[in-house]
T-cell receptor, first 113, second 117 residues
Framework: AQTVTQSQPEMSVQEAETVTLSCTYD???????LFWYKQPPSRQMILVIR??????QNATENRFSVNFQKAAKSFSLKISDSQLVDAAMYFC??????????FGQGTRLTINP | GAVVSQHPSWVICKSGTSVKIECRSL??????MFWYRQFPKQSLMLMAT?????????EQGVEKDKFLINHASLTLSTLTVTSAHPEDSSFYIC?????????????FGQGTRLTVV
């Protein structure tokens, strides 16, 4: 079974600054996918970024990028130029193939103006 | 992007009654859907995996007779909370993935806030 650990229950950052959210996981699979989702106050889950485990290159999506360390089973999310709209709960989730997502405990990100 | 519609958005019911929540994939076929429960300020806890045309797979500790899941078509899964009690009050979220395309994102419904009084 997969386990996911997000060790930062809360984080805060000044607007326009950079913040990194950490995530570690455990899986017995060699081929899997990793996701970061955000949940704003509306509670709608929104995909932030996706990483295929077989790809060595870290995924990037505009201001969002990941630092994927497969051997260490680490998958951190970096948000550059933080904006007020980035305030949300962020969840890390590994997935095997097209199967279920197992979510971490979440990190509540606050953006200070 | 793909859309998953969940209905109702919120519901209040009396203790002892049953409540049905619907989850529809609007523009893709979902042979598998997932049901999550989320308590305030906590993460999403997977309750069960809904499989089209077959029985759902429940996570450990989830009462299958309490939370009935039906996935009768490739676009619709329903979760029925039977004989609801106040402790069943929670936020329920469904999601669906295109299982033909491995690794694709999961699309989520808007969630249903259930209050049992």
């Amino acid at each position: 079974a997969q386990t996911v650990t997000q060790s930062q229950p809360e984080m805060s950052v000044q607007e326009a600054e950079t913040v990194t959210l950490s995530c570690t996981y455990d899986t017995s699979e060699s081929d899997y996918y990793l996701f970061w989702y955000k949940q704003p106050p509306s509670r709608q889950m929104i995909l932030v970024i996706r990483q295929e485990a077989y790809k060595q290159q870290n995924a990037t999506e505009n201001r969002f990028s990941v630092n994927f360390q497969k051997a260490a089973k680490s998958f951190s999310l970096k948000i550059s130029d933080s904006q007020l709209v980035d305030a949300a709960m962020y969840f890390c989730a590994p997935s095997e193939g097209a199967q279920k997502l197992v979510f971490g405990q979440g990190t509540r990100l606050t953006i200070n103006p | 992007g793909a859309v998953v519609s969940q209905h109702p958005s919120w519901v209040i019911c009396k203790s002892g009654t049953s409540v049905k929540i619907e989850c529809r994939s609007l523009d893709f076929q979902a042979t598998t859907m997932f049901w999550y429960r989320q308590f305030p300020k906590q993460s999403l806890m997977l309750m069960a995996t809904s499989n089209e045309g077959s029985k759902a797979t429940y996570e450990q500790g989830v009462e299958k007779d309490k939370f009935l899941i039906n996935h009768a078509s490739l676009t619709l899964s329903t979760l029925t909370v039977t004989s609801a009690h106040p402790e069943d009050s929670s936020f329920y979220i469904c999601s669906a993935r295109d299982v033909v395309k491995a690794g694709t994102e999961a699309f989520f419904g808007q969630g249903t806030r259930l209050t049992v009084v």
